[in-house]
């Protein structure tokens, strides 16, 4: 306002100014008490702004001075403000960093300086409480905090995550129930239900909670299908032995929901198998092989049919190799049916595109066999003996070598249930708990060949063993000086170049 006032006096000075230039500057005259004043009119402007803008100061310094106290009442309220804001900012960080005591004094600070933020200081309390270690001062932070509609979501979800800490799974499922009820967009409430009837085995009350879940927007399609097609392989699973109709439905669904689970589609295939259903079987198998190739697939694949020579037997899992053969699998499978119907140099083609992959338990007997039924049968024993140190493969641990394939407790199905919703790959219980597989080490004598070339390589340290093409470029080319050829026909075949186990 002052500001105004002085700026407009200068423009009408200005104006005053330019008028007394002329040659007509005027007359004013002022008669007060008997006194006679006269002045040219520009002075009189001068005069009567002058005396406006002197009384705007005037009324200006009187309400600066009447309002003063209210003026510093306010700014101690702003500074209050400002050092609760600081104190919940620096009581989070606390909390944050693990350091319960000093979160707790923050919070007091914070909650003593202003009032403005209630529900920021009741969770920095709550917070701060469980820093702490002292979970009944959380539970009661979180409990008052259950009288605030806008805060009712997140003390639930605090005296949830206070009950597991007590070990109270009940309580803490009951507030879970009750936020999921409350909110239909609670993703941490659902997924607390979900693992509970995971942990269960409850696998129709999961389907349920997945579909709503798929309802209320809180997972996505993707998510959902993968969660449903590894529920209902769960459901089969527990229901093979005891009710195998019902349990070939709930395979088959699964199945046809994500081909590319693998246990769902072997557990179909299996249960379609034992009701005579080769075709349908083999069907599901392909289907399933084209999204993700799985050795428990081709196992089974193979085993489908036993009335069949070695040559038929090949020509069927070659043609379960060529609907995915760019994946290691493919290839893997590629040189298993050539060497089924003991077609060696075809097997020593394919296992060319084996050369850069790497070197497993599985892939060394496979190795070995081939190395025999060429004639080379030190170097089926050098693969052997690499074999025997190298790394096991996590999908060949999921086939129970006493047993059938994916034969999961369930916990392990629940677990797998988790996480192949969220990711899309397997887990691999038997493969964690390091037990045992099907060995792919063939059985051969212990003995070497006089002379051999691998018996002077032990003794020179091995160095032929290491992962260097010479088993590609050598025991796997034709040409001059290569080993016996394959067996005649008619000739007792050695136990390396027999058929596969089981």
């Known amino acids: 306002m002052i500001r105004v006032s002085v700026v407009?006096?200068?423009?009408?000075?200005?104006?005053?100014?330019?008028?007394?230039?002329?040659?007509?500057?005027?007359?004013?005259?002022?008669i007060w008490l008997g006194l006679r004043l006269d002045m040219p009119a520009a002075v009189a402007v001068l005069f009567v702004l002058a005396g406006a803008l002197a009384a705007t100061i005037f009324w200006r310094v009187v309400l600066w001075v009447a309002t003063a106290p209210k003026r510093a009442a306010q700014a101690r309220v702003e500074q209050r403000r400002v050092q609760s804001q600081?104190?919940?900012?620096?009581?989070?960080?606390?909390?944050?960093a693990g350091d319960g005591s000093e979160a707790r004094r923050l919070a007091q600070k914070a909650a003593d300086l202003s009032g403005e933020n209630p529900a920021l200081v009741s969770i920095l309390a709550a917070q701060a409480a469980e820093t702490a270690g002292d979970l009944p001062a959380a539970k009661a932070a979180y409990r008052a905090m259950l009288s605030s509609p806008e805060?009712?979501?997140?003390?639930?979800?605090?005296?949830?995550?206070?009950?597991?800490?007590q070990n109270d799974k009940l309580g803490a499922l009951g507030y879970a129930q009750e936020a999921y009820s409350l909110a239909r967009t609670a993703r941490w409430a659902w997924r607390a239900l979900l693992e509970n009837k995971l942990e269960t085995g409850d696998w129709a009350a999961a389907l349920d909670l997945v579909k709503t879940a798929l309802d209320r927007k809180i997972v996505s399609p993707i998510v959902a299908d993968r969660a449903r097609a590894a529920l209902l392989a769960a459901s089969a699973a527990s229901l093979e032995e005891r009710r195998p109709q019902q349990a070939l439905e709930f395979a088959l669904q699964s199945a046809k929901r994500n081909p590319g689970f693998t246990p769902g589609a072997v557990i179909a295939a299996r249960l379609l198998a034992a009701e005579g259903k080769q075709a349908k079987a083999a069907g599901v198998i392909e289907a399933a092989w084209k999204e993700d190739p799985h050795p428990a697939l081709w196992?089974?694949?193979?085993?489908?049919?036993?009335?069949?020579?070695?040559?038929?037997?090949?020509?069927?899992?070659?043609a379960l190799a060529a609907l995915n053969p760019l994946t290691r699998e493919g290839k893997i499978l590629a040189v298993e049916q050539a060497l089924t119907s003991a077609a060696f140099p075809d097997a020593r083609e394919a296992a060319r595109a084996l050369s850069d992959e790497p070197l497993t338990a599985r892939l060394c007997g496979l190795f070995a066999r081939l190395a025999h039924g060429l004639g080379d049968a030190d170097g089926a024993r050098a693969w052997m003996a690499k074999g025997a140190v190298a790394a096991q493969e996590p999908d060949w641990s999921d086939i129970d070598p006493a047993g059938k394939a994916f034969a999961y407790q369930p916990g392990d199905w629940a677990r797998l249930v988790s996480a192949y919703a969220e990711t899309g790959d397997l887990i691999h219980p038997r493969f964690e708990r390091s037990e045992a597989v099907i060995s792919d080490l063939p059985k051969m004598p212990v003995a070497y060949d006089t002379h051999s070339p691998f018996v002077t390589a032990a003794e020179t340290g091995?160095?032929?063993?290491?992962?260097?093409?010479?088993?590609?470029?050598g025991a796997f080319d034709d040409g001059e000086g290569e080993g016996p050829s394959p067996r005649e026909p008619g000739k007792r075949r050695g136990p390396l170049s027999a058929g596969r186990r089981r």
């Open 299 to 318: 196992l089974l694949y193979r085993d489908l049919i036993t009335a069949e020579n070695p040559r038929e037997r090949a020509r069927r899992l070659a």
């Open 462 to 473: 091995f160095a032929p063993m290491a992962d260097d093409p010479g088993f590609f470029a």
């Open 86 to 96: 600081e104190a919940l900012s620096r009581g989070f960080l606390a909390a944050a």
């Open 151 to 165: 805060m009712r979501l997140a003390a639930l979800r605090g005296l949830m995550q206070n009950a597991l800490a």
């Open 8 to 30: 407009l006096f200068l423009i009408a000075a200005l104006a005053v100014a330019t008028l007394s230039w002329m040659n007509d500057p005027g007359q004013a005259s002022l």
